[in-house]
Nanobody, 126 residues
Framework: QVQLVESGGGLVQAGGSLRLSCAAS????????VGWFRQAPGKEREFVAAISWSARSTYYADSVKGRFTISRDNAKNTVYLQMNSLKPEDTAICYC???????????????????WGQGTQVTVSS
């Protein structure tokens, strides 16, 4: 069964940090970019960060630049999102997504992603 499983979410105070993980099973991240998206209550899903297959390039939403870092370990078939200096407005369900096979560049477009995880809740208190 093909699936992505996110972990690492939780409750943290403003200014704190969390590290999210996205592990793939039943598929390989080979030759696929991977992205993180989030959806806050009452809002549409938005792009957060993406990383190319080679990890040589990354792409961040303006709202998280300088605070979040995306990385990947292809040997472990896992992608990470290090989130620092968290703000209450970062509260959301965070989803990882694997791009269609062959889409190797870091892309912010959700249309480029075909496999989505179930999400992990991130809550930042003020």
């Amino acid at each position: 069964q093909v699936q992505l499983v996110e972990s690492g979410g939780g409750l943290v105070q403003a200014g704190g940090s969390l590290r999210l993980s996205c592990a793939a099973s039943g598929l390989t991240f080979s030759y696929r970019a991977v992205g993180w998206f989030r959806q806050a209550p009452g809002k549409e899903r938005e792009f957060v960060a993406a990383i190319s297959w080679s990890a040589r390039s990354t792409y961040y939403a303006d709202s998280v630049k300088g605070r979040f870092t995306i990385s990947r370990d292809n040997a472990k078939n896992t992608v990470y999102l290090q989130m620092n200096s968290l703000k209450p407005e970062d509260t959301a369900i965070c989803y990882c997504a694997a791009a269609r096979w062959g889409v190797q560049t870091a892309t912010p477009s959700p249309d480029d992603y075909e496999i989505w995880g179930q999400g992990t809740q991130v809550t930042v208190s003020s």
